[in-house]
Every structure is written in structure tokens, then in C-alpha cells.
């Protein structure tokens, strides 16, 4: 009898212990990650979530919008790993490893460049800029990164804006610029089975193109006609005296 009692005091206490144990749980100790957003200056932040559980693969997007300010910049408190975006993007998507407080930052007037990237036709290819947002003044660079798709071959990039080349050329599928403006980037791909076309030029002026004829740039050709010209005239005078 009195080893039954043992055996029901034992069960009984390890019964106790594990209550006391799931009741005394720290107060700091949770499942989940809690996500806070804020703003400075005019705009202000929105985000996909409250919270995102522990342990799991779950993402939040934060999304800054403008009300009579410019986007600068997130300052993130706490610790992530990026999904997609960068700090200077106005859509962030991270994956949290703690509590999360992003503040998105904005400024009175633009101090900072965007970079925009598109393929064409889109279809057969895929073009990014990273990051898409640069601060001014800051010496920044930009990697815009071609990726072929559905057979396509890449061709070349056409950028519409004031930039230094930092590596790659405008045939290379990676090419890192310092932009000096905003960057209105465009890569052309070739459709499966197309030969490619002759590149084209675009910083080039009109006067700098060469002559279809001769090859050498017009303005030389103007030039040489000009004094041709000139010649003629001085020739008929002294005929004529």
C-alpha cells in the first residue's frame, strides 16, 4: 500500500512540477516578434504585419509613403536579414530575427537619386538596379544587373542620364555606375533567333555621327565643304580682277 501511495506522490509531483513550470514562464519569453513603424518628417510608414511568429520564414514589408516630403531613408532598430529592397527603397521587406522598430525618414527637399531599370522588350529579359535609391552627394554606385530569359541574348544597355562608368561598359550584363542624375536605364534583349542589330550610340551628338559615305564624322565633312567653298569664291574674285 504504501508503495502504490510512492507511486501516485511521484506521478503526482512531476504532475505539479510541470504546471508550475508552464505557469512560472518568464514574462519576456514569447512565440512571436513584434513590428512597430514610424515616421519623420512629412509621410509617413505602413506595414504588412504587427508581428511575425518565431522560428518561422515570415517576412514584413514596410512601405513609406510621401505627404508633401521626400523619402530619404528606413532606420531600422533591431535585428533582420534583408528579403528585397535596400534602406533607401520606399518598399523593404525584411525578415525579422527580433523586435522591429522602422522609422521611415523624410526630408524637405529631394536629396537623392533614383535608379530605375527596365527590360525590352520584357518578355525576354529582366533588368535591376541595386540599390534604387542613392543619396546625393554621397558617391554612391548603382550595379544594374541584366538577366536573359526565354532564349533571349542580352544586347546592351541604353541609360538616359549623367553618369560615371565604374566597371562593365554598355555591353556588359553588370555595369556599376555613379549616377550624377536620376538613372533612366533600359536593357535591350534579342529575341531567339533575331541577329543582333548594329549598337546604337545615344550620348553621341548629331554633328559626331560618321558620314554614311565617307565614315568620317560630318562635322569634318562640313568643314572640309566650308573651305571648299571659301576656296571656290576667293578663285572666281581673282579670275575676275
Not at 536579414?81 to 521611415?104: C, Q
Not at 541609360?159 to 533612366?184: A, N
Request: with cysteine; aromatic share 10%; hydrophobic share 35%.
Amino acid at each position: 500500500m504504501k508503495r502504490v501511495l510512492s507511486v501516485v506522490l511521484v506521478v503526482m509531483m512531476i504532475f505539479a512540477l510541470a504546471v508550475s513550470a508552464s505557469a512560472l514562464k518568464s514574462p519576456g519569453q514569447k512565440d512571436y516578434y513584434k513590428i512597430e513603424v514610424g515616421s519623420e518628417g512629412k509621410g509617413h510608414a505602413e506595414k504588412s504585419a504587427d508581428k511575425v511568429e518565431i522560428g518561422t520564414d515570415g517576412t514584413v514589408t514596410f512601405t513609406a509613403i510621401e505627404d508633401g516630403g521626400f523619402f530619404t531613408k528606413w532606420i531600422i532598430d533591431g535585428k533582420y536579414t534583408v528579403v528585397s529592397g535596400s534602406e533607401y527603397d520606399d518598399v523593404l521587406v525584411i525578415k525579422p530575427e527580433s523586435d522591429i522598430l522602422a522609422v521611415a525618414s523624410f526630408s524637405e527637399e529631394k536629396d537623392y537619386l533614383n535608379v530605375y531599370a527596365k527590360p525590352e522588350p520584357p518578355e525576354y529579359g529582366e533588368a535591376t538596379a541595386d540599390p534604387a535609391r542613392i543619396k546625393k552627394g554621397s558617391d554612391g554606385t548603382s550595379t544594374l544587373t541584366a538577366t536573359e530569359k526565354n532564349g533571349s541574348t542580352f544586347q546592351e544597355w541604353k541609360l538616359e542620364c549623367e553618369y560615371d562608368i565604374v566597371s562593365g561598359d554598355l555591353k556588359s550584363k553588370v555595369l556599376v555606375i555613379r549616377p550624377k542624375t536620376d538613372v533612366y536605364a533600359t536593357a535591350y534583349f534579342t529575341k531567339p533567333g533575331e541577329e543582333p542589330t548594329e549598337p546604337s550610340t545615344p550620348d553621341k551628338k548629331d554633328e559626331d555621327k560618321p558620314s554614311p559615305k565617307t565614315g568620317y564624322p560630318l562635322f569634318f565633312v562640313f568643314g572640309i565643304m566650308g573651305l571648299a567653298l571659301i576656296a571656290g569664291v576667293v578663285a572666281t574674285k581673282k579670275i575676275k580682277g
